[in-house]
């Protein structure tokens, strides 16, 4: 049984609009601790990343902790809205969740964050069979993976988990299979 926890990151500083540096806040980094006194006893053996800034300082306390190497994929990067900054996130994101296919332009709809998420997904499920890894990611690709192996999941339940940061998920998987899925408390 692989059991893979999906951190997502803590409190990014929204003054910074750029997806791959934005950094997080002095909150965002204080909560890095609670990550850690989460995932310390799990026996975490691999750690990936998104190759954002905020999602890889996340886990950085844990991984420097326990002298994990962070394997970044670009495709546990969050969804490109498109070219830029929306004022009105909660109706876009509404509108998302309720076509699959929406997006705007030079933007990805949730089907496409989904599909590259589940495939970097099978590809660390494959090369860490019966292991514990932590994967560092953000709210829509982690909700999209969740909703891939959970379709209850939807709108309601991203829009409940909007300002949770850090997020916590755990799933298992028999190879490829998946088993079961949990929200976790910090």
Same mark, same amino acid.
């Not at 809205?81 to 929306?86: A, F, I, Q, R, Y």
């Not at 192996?149 to 909007?162: A, G, K, T």
């Given at each position: 049984m692989t059991t893979v926890y999906f951190v997502r990151h803590a409190e990014p500083n929204y003054n910074n609009h750029d997806d791959m540096t934005r950094e997080l806040t002095e909150k965002g980094w204080a909560d890095r601790e609670r990550v850690t006194e989460f995932l310390k006893d799990k026996g975490i053996t691999k750690a990936y990343s998104s190759p954002f800034k905020r999602s890889i300082d996340t886990i950085g306390d844990f991984t420097e902790k326990f002298k994990?190497?962070?394997?970044?994929?670009?495709?546990?990067?969050?969804?490109?809205?498109?070219?830029?900054?929306?004022?009105?996130?909660?109706?876009?994101?509404?509108?998302?969740?309720?076509?699959? +296919? *929406?997006?705007? %332009?030079?933007?990805?709809?949730?089907?496409? @964050?989904?599909?590259?998420?589940?495939?970097?997904?099978?590809?660390?499920?494959?090369?860490?069979?019966?292991?514990?890894v932590v994967?560092?990611?953000?709210?829509?690709?982690?909700?999209?993976?969740?909703?891939?192996?959970?379709? +209850? *999941?939807?709108? %309601?339940?991203?829009?409940?988990?909007?300002? @949770?940061?850090?997020?916590i998920v755990m799933m298992k998987f028999d190879g490829l299979n998946f088993v079961e899925w949990k929200e976790c408390e910090l």
């Open positions: 994990l190497t962070v394997e970044t994929d670009y495709d546990f990067r969050e969804r490109k809205v498109g070219d830029g900054w929306l004022d009105d996130f909660d109706s876009f994101a509404k509108q998302q969740w309720a076509d699959f +296919s *929406y997006k705007l %332009e030079h933007g990805e709809s949730l089907a496409e @964050v989904q599909e590259r998420n589940i495939k970097a997904l099978q590809k660390v499920l494959a090369a860490c069979k019966d292991e514990n994967i560092a990611t953000h709210g829509t690709a982690l909700s999209t993976i969740v909703h891939n192996y959970h379709p +209850s *999941y939807c709108y %309601e339940d991203f829009y409940r988990i909007q300002d @949770v940061m850090p997020w």
